[in-house]
C-alpha cells in the first residue's frame, strides 16, 4: 500500500469513526433501528419511521392504546418475585389464561416464554427486559416478523375486549371502529333477514293468487 | 320451429363479467378467509388444508384480494364509459341510472307497504331498490374490506406509516366487513334472486342476462311500459338459451350456491368453538 493511501485511509478512518467513540448509542433513533435498511429507509424523511413520542407510545391524538395502570411487577427482574404460590412447575394458563387466547397463542401456537423469555420471567417494563418497548420490536417482534419497527411494536397482542365497556378509554380507536362496524352488521341483518322472509311469504301469496286468477 | 321470444334482456355481457369476476373472487376469498377465521377449529384447518395449510391459504386470500381491487378499480373508468355526458349530469338519474333516487325511496316505502298488503307493488323501474342497494353495497363493502386487507397485506410495512396498533383495529374492521358481506350473500342474496316463489330454484337471469317478459311485467312494469312506449320492447326480446347452456348455468351456479351454504352451515355450528375476546 502506497503512502498516500496510508494517509487517505487514516484521514477516513477518523473523519467517518471518531463520533463513535466515547458516544453512547442511546439515542431514540438508535434505539429505535432494527439493525439493517430496508428499502423505504433510503427514501428521505425516512427518519419519521423511527421517530417516537415520550414514552414510546405514539397515541395519535388519544385513540390509541394506554396503560391507565402498570403493576409494579412488570418493573421487576423477576415478575412473579412476590407470588406466593409461584413455582416454576406451574403452567403460565393456570393464572394467565386469557393471555392465551389471542392470535398468536390460538392460531401459532406460540408459546409463552418465546416472548417472555424464560425463567425467571421479567417484567415487560424492566429495564433489561427483551419486552421492554425500547428493544422490544428487535428482540421480540423480529424474531419472527423480520423488520419489526417500534410503530410494528405498538400492536396489541394481548388485546382487549373490544365491545367491553373498559375498552372506550384504555384503547378508543379499537371500541369505537368496532361498535361501529357491529352497528352496520347488525343493522343490515336486522332488517334484511326478517324482511326476506316477509318479501318470500308475500311472493307466495301473489303467485297463489296470480295462478287462481289464470284458472 | 324456433322457440318463442319470451325473455327481456337485462343484463349486457359485459354486466355477466364483472358479476362473473365478482362472484368467483368473492368465493375464493370467502373459504381462504374462513378457513383463515376458522383455523383454531378442526373445520377450519381441513380447510385451509386444500390450500396448503394457513399459509397457502393466506397467500391465495391476498392474491386474491388484490386481484378484487384492481377489477374495483377498472370498474371506475367502466363507470366514466357508462355515463351518457352528452346529457350530463341529468343522465345521471335516468330510468338506466344505478344512482339513487327520490323514486327509489319511493319505491322502498311502496315494497314495505306491499308486503303488508297495504298497497299494490310499486311499478318499478329496470333497477329495484334492493338491486341498487346490492350494487353499492359492494362498493362501500369492498373499500372498507380492501383498505383493512392492504394495511394487513404486509403489517411490517404498514407500521411504518401509522401506529402498529391500527392494525388491531383493521383486522376487526377486516372480519365484521367480511361476516356481514357473507352472512348478506349466502341468506339474503340467494334467497331474493333465488329462492322467491317466482324465481325457485334458480334464476339464471345474471348468466343469461334476461329474465321472463311474464315476470317482468309485475316486478318491473315502469321498465316494461316504457320499452313499449319507446317501441323498443320487440327489439329487446329474446328466446330462451339452448338446453346445454341453461344445463350449465344451473350447474355451475347451483355449486356456487352450495358452497355459500356451506361455509354459512359450517362457520354457524363452528362458531361457538371460536375464541373472539
Redesign the interface.
Known sequence: MSVGHTIISLLGALLMASPVFGQAMNTPEDLAATGFFRD?DTLPGSFR?YQQLPGGE???WGI??SHPKIRRSSFKLDAHEDVADFSQQVRCQKCHEPQT?DLHG??MDISCVQCHRNQPVSGVFQYYSPLNPIRRHAYVCAKC?????P??????VH?P????SETRST?P??YY??WF??I??GG??VF??P??V???L???I??FK?SAGHA | MPEQRTRLKRFTPVHRLWHLTLMLLFMLLSVTGVAWMFYETQWGRELAGLFGGYQGALEVHKIGGLVLLAALLLHIPYLFYCIDWKKFPGSLLNANSLVFQWEDIKGFFGHIGWVFGLNDLPKYERWGWWAKFDYWAVWWGLTIVGVTGLMLYDPVLTSDYMPGWMLNVALWVHRIEAVLAMGHIFTVHFTVEHWRPGNFPFNAGMFDGTMPLEEARHDHAAWVARLEGEGRLDAALVAPPPVPLRILYFVFGYSIILLGIYLLVFAVTNAALLTLF
Open positions: 423505504q419511521f405514539e397515541r395519535l390509541g392504546p387466547k390460538l392460531r416478523h423480520e423488520g419489526a419497527s410503530s410494528f411494536a405498538s400492536y396489541m388485546e375486549n373490544p365491545i367491553a384503547f380507536a379499537f371502529a368496532v362496524m357491529l352496520l352488521a343490515v341483518f334484511f333477514l324482511y326476506t316477509l318479501w318470500w308475500r311472493d307466495l301473489a303467485k296470480r
